[in-house]
Every structure is written in structure tokens, then in C-alpha cells.
T-cell receptor, first 113, second 115 residues
């Protein structure tokens, strides 16, 4: 069974903290993605990676960075957490090529206080 | 720029009713892909269907059916004889044909099926 695993379901962090959200996939997929989900806005792409050590900005990269040192792991980093980064974060992966579906993790609900 | 609009924020129906979720998209690409995902309360998005822009055939899978019309840029999803287990948030999404297949999502429709 294919699996995308996010390290935490719920996180509470303080303003200004450095926050790491971890995502691991066991499908040997090249592509990995971080989305943010907010009510009324759907999912918005923060960053994605199509290979190890490669990364590209999505639609809302401000305040975030990412790291992909190994193929199976894609980390989202909030350098200095702010209250407007309180949200649900979803990681996804997909194989290369056309006509492929993305597989999603269960999400991390982050609250910044 | 690509855009997906799901105008229905919430829908509530009684079990066994049919329900249609609307999806309208915008893109300048001639080749693209359309998706529907289901997000149950557990949070994980579950893939339902993928359509490419050259395949306008409607599709039926059990109680689910999809109506793709390029002329109106719509990709609507119908659940026939709805069940309580269909309660979830449903997302329509669009991806480019080239590159890493980044998904552009609609706002989502929260569907509640009441017993």
C-alpha cells in the first residue's frame, strides 16, 4: 500500500519559533509537494521538488523554505513562525511523467500562538 | 494563470438523494488534466478520477459519474443515491501537462449526507 507519512498530526508552536514539518514517502517518487489548506481557499502550493536537492517555489512560498536531502523525505521549514501560518499542511508525492496522480499524507494541523 | 472555481461551499442532502458538485476551470493550455479528490474527516486526500483535456467522454464508476464539457470549461461530479459515507470535502483540481504536475485546487465543497 502506497504511503505518504507526515511526522505529526497536530503541532502547537510559539511565534518566532523555527518549525520543521517532515514528510516521508515510500513509493520512490521523484516529485514531492507541500500544500497549505485554509477554509475557503482550498489547497495552495507552497514549494515542490522534482528531484533530490532540487526545489521550486509554488504560489505562496513567502515565510517558508524546504529541504530535500534524500529522495523519500521532503521537509517544510518555517524559519520564524507567525500566527498567519496557522493552517493545515499537506504533503504529496507523485511519480514523473504525464497522467499521474498525487498521493497525499494525512496532514499536519499547525497552530502558532 | 490557471484557476479552479467550486462555487458551492457547502451542500447538505438527505441520504439516497442525488447530488452534483460543480467545478469550473480556467486555463490557457490546450493540454491539461482535471482531477477530483475526496477529503474525509481523517484529512488525507483520496484520488477519485483524472481526465485529460482530449477525453471528453463522461465516466461512470458505481454511484459516481463525471461530466466533462470543454465548451463550458466544466468538470462536474455527480453522486447518485448518496450515502452517509459520502460525507466529505471534495476538491476539483487542474494540472499542467508538462513539468511536475503541480495541482491548482478549487476552494472545495463540503458535502454532508444526512441519514
Amino acid at each position: 500500500d502506497v504511503k505518504v507519512t507526515q511526522s505529526s498530526r497536530y503541532l502547537v508552536k510559539r511565534t518566532g519559533e523555527k518549525v520543521f514539518l517532515e514528510c516521508v514517502q515510500d513509493m520512490d517518487h521523484e516529485n514531492m509537494f507541500w500544500y497549505r489548506q485554509d477554509p475557503g481557499l482550498g489547497l495552495r502550493l507552497i514549494y515542490f521538488s522534482y528531484d533530490v536537492k532540487m526545489k521550486e517555489k509554488g504560489d505562496i512560498p513567502e515565510g517558508y523554505s524546504v529541504s530535500r536531502e534524500k529522495k523519500e523525505r521532503f521537509s517544510l521549514i518555517l524559519e520564524s513562525a507567525s500566527t498567519n501560518q496557522t493552517s493545515m499542511y499537506l504533503c504529496a508525492s507523485s511519480p514523473p511523467g504525464l497522467n499521474t496522480e498525487a498521493f497525499f499524507g494525512q496532514g499536519t494541523r499547525l497552530t502558532v500562538v | 494563470a490557471q484557476k479552479v472555481t467550486q462555487a458551492q461551499t457547502e451542500i447538505s442532502v438527505v441520504e439516497k438523494e442525488d447530488v452534483t458538485l460543480d467545478c469550473v476551470y480556467e486555463t490557457r493550455d490546450t493540454t491539461y488534466y482535471l482531477f477530483w479528490y475526496k477529503q474525509p474527516p481523517s484529512g488525507e486526500l483520496v484520488f477519485l478520477i483524472r481526465r485529460n483535456s482530449f477525453d471528453e467522454q463522461n465516466e461512470i464508476s458505481g454511484r459516481y459519474s463525471w461530466n466533462f464539457q470543454k465548451s463550458t470549461s466544466s468538470f462536474n461530479f455527480t453522486i447518485t443515491a448518496s450515502q452517509v459515507v459520502d460525507s466529505a470535502v471534495y476538491f476539483c483540481a487542474l494540472s499542467e501537462a508538462l513539468g511536475a504536475q503541480k495541482l491548482v485546487f478549487g476552494q472545495g465543497t463540503r458535502l454532508t449526507i444526512n441519514p
